[in-house]
Structures are given as structure tokens and as C-alpha cells.
């Protein structure tokens, strides 16, 4: 397996999972199928600040991604980042959603992040099991938080402390530098 920084040229792929996921579960709050130009605007606009990595099996075919960004615009929230996984149906259950995160967590820490959340669309037992695997915490729960395929879903909120909250530094690293420094 490898796991490198998403590119453009994964965004066909990724856009084919993220409607996948649209169509016929509930971990994506989306309704309407993703376009193309939007998932590679998201990706542009995450720049060398919000890595997304791209996972692939030994043949190159895509496995699934992991991305971060805002948590909010807001200046107090400089240090707090958003990850979000999606993994194909063949990937899961395999170790590779783990293998994503502590990747993009090795980023998030090499750039001086300091706190990590992720909203989880439940009942999901699987997505939960890999965001506590990896140590995250449940911060947060809200029923009835959105309405899909017929039923009210509810979304958990889950956060990790990457390192000292009592002085901690600006997160100005780029991606570039951060993995320049590992």
C-alpha cells in the first residue's frame, strides 16, 4: 500500500467515492452527487496549509482518502484543524483508514497543530472504533442532527489534543515543511 499527498489526479476517483457515499449511506450529509470541479476546488483551497493524503494498493488503485481543514475561519481557532476519512468498500475493515490518519495526524503535528476534531455521522460503529483507535475522544453528541435516506441521523463530535496547550506555537509550517521535518 502507499499513502502519498492527494493530487489532482485523484480527484475523479475521490469525487466517484464521495458520490458513492452520497447515494447510499449516511457518513456524507451530502444529497446531490459532488462535482468533479468542486472536489478539486476543495483540494486547491486547502493549499499547503490542510494536507489530504491518497491511499492505493500495490497496483495503484485508490483505496480511499483522509483530508483536514478549518474547523472555522475564526483567528482563535488557528490551532484546530477538521479531518474527515472515506474509505472504498474493498479498503475497510483492513487497517488503511488507521494507516491514513496517523499520516495525516503526523502532518497536522509536524505543523504545529495543536487540536483535532471530527464530526461522525451515527449509528456507525466502524467510524467510531477507527476515530477513538487512533485516540480521539467523544467531546459531543447531537441527535437528530440531519435527515437522510428516510431517517434522522444523529452526529458524534470527537477531538484529540496533539500536544501542550499552555504556550503553544502558531501553526505557520506549511505541509512541505512539516514533512521536511519528520
Known sequence: MQIRLTTPDDVPAITALLNHEIEHNTAHFGTQPELESTILEQLESAGDRFPWYTA?????TFLGYA???P??????????????????????????GKALY???LDTLRAQRFQIIVAGVAEPNPA???????????RTGYNE???YK?????DVGYYQMILGDLSNPPPPVLSIQEAIGSM
Do not use: F, N, P
Request: net charge neutral.
Open 56 to 60: 492505493l494498493d500495490d497496483h495503484g
Open 67 to 69: 483530508k483536514s481543514g
Open 71 to 96: 474547523w472555522s475561519l475564526r483567528g482563535g481557532y488557528d490551532w484546530t484543524a477538521e479531518i474527515t476519512i472515506y474509505l472504498t468498500q474493498a479498503a475497510r475493515g483492513q487497517g488503511i
Open 102 to 104: 496517523t499520516r495525516l
Open 127 to 137: 467510524s467510531v472504533a477507527l476515530h477513538t483507535s487512533i485516540g480521539m475522544t
Open 144 to 146: 437528530t442532527m440531519g
Open 149 to 153: 435516506h428516510g431517517s434522522w441521523i
